[in-house]
């Protein structure tokens, strides 16, 4: 049973390219998050998706950030016009629907570590 | 005030010794409380949850939980070498969508 798949897992853009991220969640789990960690730091909250939406968005900057989750193929995480300041690592998790609730128990993907220079 | 507040540490213990981990949090409403251990360079892994007020154990982890204190905690006993890692603190927020806020973490030592 494979785990949450994020790649590339490592990233090097120069500013003002565009980087994408991927991630495709564990089977049988439909709810995708999107969190950033930056050097010493926890994990930041940017975005929860399910299937063709997005529930969830408080934690993406408003702009040069985007997320995605169709219906086909994996979560794209996008970031625009990169800036030295999104150099991070990137964490993907999926949980597994649970019919009525959501238990909040995530699985993490290895993560994309991004590198702007 | 962070909505999930850890000690950074790091946290020193010797082998064999009980290793406390604390984490506080401000939202009175949350109702979901995780510990998660990260290797350095790794993805964070889930320890342990705990829902409830009182003591979960599992193995040498204990998850302690203090609703009215807004206060929870993770007991590792007879910590190893192994051990050592960054743990984080998560909560789940009212709504139980599965967002979790994350504490920035404590770096435990356990030295042999």
């Known amino acids: 049973n494979a785990g949450v798949m994020q790649n590339p897992r490592h990233l090097v853009r120069r500013r003002g390219q565009e980087a994408r991220l991927r991630c495709s969640p564990m089977k049988g789990h439909s709810h995708v998050y999107w969190y950033r960690q930056l050097p010493e730091e926890g994990l930041k909250f940017m975005v929860y998706?399910?299937?063709?939406?997005?529930?969830?968005e408080s934690g993406m900057p408003k702009e040069r950030f985007s997320a995605e989750f169709p219906k086909e193929g994996p979560s794209i995480l996008r970031i625009q016009q990169v800036v030295r300041g999104d150099s991070a690592a990137y964490f993907c998790a999926s949980s597994r629907e649970l019919a009525g609730a959501n238990t909040g128990e995530l699985f993490f993907g290895e993560g994309s570590r991004l590198t702007v220079l | 005030q962070k909505e999930v507040e850890q000690n950074s540490g790091p946290l020193s213990v010797p082998e064999g010794a009980i290793a406390s981990l604390n984490c506080t949090y401000s939202d009175r409403g949350s109702q979901s409380f995780f510990w998660y251990r990260q290797y350095s360079g790794k993805s964070p892994e889930l320890i342990m949850f705990i829902y409830s007020n009182g003591d979960k154990e599992d193995g040498r982890f204990t998850a302690q939980l203090n609703k009215a204190s807004q206060y929870v905690s993770l007991l590792i006993r007879d910590s190893q070498p192994s051990d050592s890692a960054t743990y984080l603190c998560a909560v789940n927020g009212p709504s139980n969508t599965g967002k979790l806020i994350f504490g920035q973490g404590t770096t435990l030592q356990v030295k042999p």
């Open positions: 998706l399910q299937k063709e939406n997005i529930i969830d």
